[in-house]
């Protein structure tokens, strides 16, 4: 269970702070919503340890996350879009989400295979459509092999029936691989879609919707 505890965080000492507490199972998709300008961003910061709490707890299972760096966090994070090295190939990206000494191209293109892109791994990314970059980039998390992903409104960019693919597989390697999967998204249809939980920031809190 990835557990956040009031987790406690302002940007000025002026104002009143984010308190925010929530529960994310592994092999679910947790849903935040929330108003524009609400916090749904410093969330993610915070659970990707980009801005530290002043106070609270955040653990996955026995670990506590916050003394850990960004790149030490076992969490990984997936954007709208600019996700991948536009120079590099589909290989060429996903290699560079394994540790030096674990690199290779039977992983890799084992990868690419359980997203779909079987075949694609020499294709620059600069030439591949919305979609194809977002498997790409879950191709990465796949051999990252981190059990938190932050999706930051990664099917925002894509078109409908692109859209419905991509989350489809979303759900499914959340499940298959035990993920804590934490989506944030303004689209009612994605959250009914793929979240088991759903949680909406509301002055600065987390409340969970019914
Ligand atoms: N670095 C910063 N310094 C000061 N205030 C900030 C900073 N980053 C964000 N904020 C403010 O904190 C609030 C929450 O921003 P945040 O980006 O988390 O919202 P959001 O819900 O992700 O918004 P959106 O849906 O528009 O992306 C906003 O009022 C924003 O202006």
């Given at each position: 269970m990835l557990r956040a505890s009031d987790l406690e965080f302002r940007y000025r000492p002026e104002e009143a702070p984010y308190r925010f507490s929530f529960e994310a199972a592994a092999g679910e998709v947790t849903a935040i919503s929330g108003a524009s300008g609400s916090g749904k961003s410093t969330l993610l910061d915070l659970l990707a340890g980009f801005l530290q709490p002043s106070r609270g707890a955040l653990t996955l299972d026995d670990t506590?996350?916050?003394?850990?760096?960004p790149e030490h966090r076992p969490v990984s994070l997936l954007l709208q879009s600019d996700n991948l090295f536009e120079h590099l190939s589909a290989v060429g990206n996903v290699d560079l989400g394994m540790p030096r000494g674990e690199r290779g191209r039977e992983k890799v293109d084992d990868a690419l295979a359980e997203v779909?892109?079987?075949?694609?791994?020499?294709?620059?990314?600069?030439?591949?459509?919305g979609g194809q970059k977002q498997r790409v980039a879950l191709a990465r998390t796949l051999l990252r092999n981190r059990p938190v992903l932050l999706l930051d409104e990664p099917f925002s960019a894509l078109d409908d029936e692109t859209r419905g693919t991509v989350r489809t597989l979303v759900g499914e390697l959340t499940n298959r691989h035990s993920w804590h999967t934490v989506l944030v998204s303004h689209h009612a249809d994605d959250i009914a879609a793929l979240a088991s939980r759903h949680y909406r920031i509301i002055d600065k809190k987390l409340s969970e919707a019914v």
């Open positions: 506590n996350l916050l003394p850990l760096e779909g892109l079987s075949g694609l791994g020499g294709r620059p990314a600069s030439t591949l459509s």
